[in-house]
């Protein structure tokens, strides 16, 4: 079946830094990628997505590119501010595969100190 | 910005009891989801749900799971008899469509579930 496999976190880090959580994805044919959010005591949030190959998502300063040849979709950020401390989660669906259901990493815990 | 929204937030239960959780999705979406998370765990998949029919579920979604939407705006799901393994957040969430570009699903905060 389909999975999504994260860097194990948590990831802590300063102010101003250099953010990547790598995530790689197996699923036949070409599925959606996804970036949520969860912020602490609150909900799932879309951050990002991308519906093919080299596709490139974005938003808040985050960024992700489809790579069907490494099948990832590695999120990035410039320079991460203490309101990005979160969990991250990757995940797909494989419309293709006649499946709806997102399928999701197991998350990565981003912690930014001042 | 239409959101998904959830009731309760928290909801507290004795083992064998029956729990309804609410959700209330997006107006225009046609497409509903159920979703779990063990406190520690992924995010896992119930159910999925269109026109009226479960579309697609999960082996997790058994006998004791049901799910409903019993007029045009909310979407609920029942839990027959609680066992403590429920114990979780449980997240609803809406899509548009099923296309591609238009399978985005919006998740609603979140009820938090403790079965004693």
């Known amino acids: 079946g389909d999975s999504v496999t994260q860097m194990e976190g948590p990831v802590t880090l300063s102010e101003e830094a250099f953010l990547t959580i790598n995530c790689t994805y197996t699923a036949t044919g070409y599925p959606s990628l996804f970036w949520y959010v969860q912020y602490p005591g609150e909900g799932l949030q879309l951050l990002l997505k991308a519906t093919k190959a080299d596709d490139k998502g974005s938003n808040k300063g985050f960024e992700a590119t489809y790579r069907k040849e490494t099948t990832s979709f590695h999120l990035e950020k410039g320079s991460v501010q203490v309101s990005d401390s979160a969990v991250y989660f990757c995940?797909?669906?494989?419309?293709?595969?006649?499946?709806?259901?997102?399928?999701f990493g197991k998350g990565t815990k981003l912690s930014v100190i001042p | 910005e239409p959101e998904v929204t959830q009731t309760p937030s928290h909801q507290v239960t004795q083992m064998g009891q029956e729990v309804i959780l609410r959700c209330v999705p997006i107006?225009?979406?046609?497409?509903f989801y159920w979703y779990r998370q063990i406190l520690g765990q992924k995010v896992e998949f119930l159910v999925s749900f269109y026109n009226n029919e479960i579309s697609e579920k999960s082996e997790i979604f058994d006998d004791q799971f049901s799910v409903e939407r019993p007029d045009g705006s909310n979407f609920t799901l029942k839990i027959r008899s609680t066992k403590l393994e429920d114990s979780a957040m449980y997240f609803c969430?809406?899509?548009?469509?099923?296309?591609?570009?238009?399978?985005?699903?919006?998740f609603g905060p979140g009820t938090r579930l403790t079965v004693l």
């Open positions: 107006s225009n979406h046609l497409y």
């Open positions: 969430a809406s899509s548009e469509a099923r296309g591609r570009g238009l399978d985005t699903q919006y």
């Open positions: 995940a797909l669906i494989n419309s293709g595969a006649g499946s709806y259901q997102l399928t």
